[in-house]
């Protein structure tokens, strides 16, 4: 039993891997909802492992490692398939410097993630709550555009990307908010008191209220209400 958690790791490594194929043949809908499945298999390890008491150095380890192919590296590369969609360019058919920077800004995405990560693994006072932006809240923060404009008719997603600007600046956002010392809520509850879990309420509804009104075009708003809530939290609670 005490192998279950990694292999629930695994999964989530393979999700990922997975992912990046589907992306680079431009499947970027299934791309995300494997990315989507990989976050599940994330929330799944570690529930596994504290279910069965079976933490280990090696469990820590290969979860770090599958999260940077899966929240890192994945979202990076359908950035990477958004960019060459909306500029019509390739990165073997391009020239110029100004195309091949905007062609390769999604690199700073997985560097950046492997950052945060690694700190995270040398920083005991993220027990309760994060310094930085997550990688699987970047991941769902790039993946929810993709779904919102896939299966939606919002015009949400297309403000973001509707031009290579748009994608170039949200995903340099992204990479610098996980390398940030921002205090982001953690939504692990210890007890369901609404004292103590004020930021995680207020977050759970206001999502159920996004969604309610906007359905699935709503997915997009997810990260940036969680971002302003845990602002909120950090100066209130």
Known sequence: ??????????LNLAAGFIAIIFALEGSLATASWLVLAAMIFDFLDGFSARLLKAYSLLGK??????????????PAVIIYRLLCMVSDISITS???ILPFLILFSPVIMPICAGLRLAKFNNDETQKTSFKGLPTPAN????ISIVIAGSYSDTALSNIIT???SGIVIFTLVLSVLMITRIQMISLKFTNLKFKGNEGR???????IIAFAIMGIGAAPLIIPVYIIVSLLSWIFW
């Open 139 to 142: 991941a769902l923060a790039v």
């Open 201 to 207: 309420y207020l977050l759970i509804m206001l999502v």
């Open 1 to 10: 039993m005490k192998h279950v958690p990694n292999l629930i790791t695994s």
């Open 61 to 74: 380890e290969l979860d770090s490692l599958a999260d940077i192919v899966s929240f890192g590296v994945a």
């Open 162 to 164: 509707g031009s290579s």
């Open 94 to 96: 391009t020239g110029g």
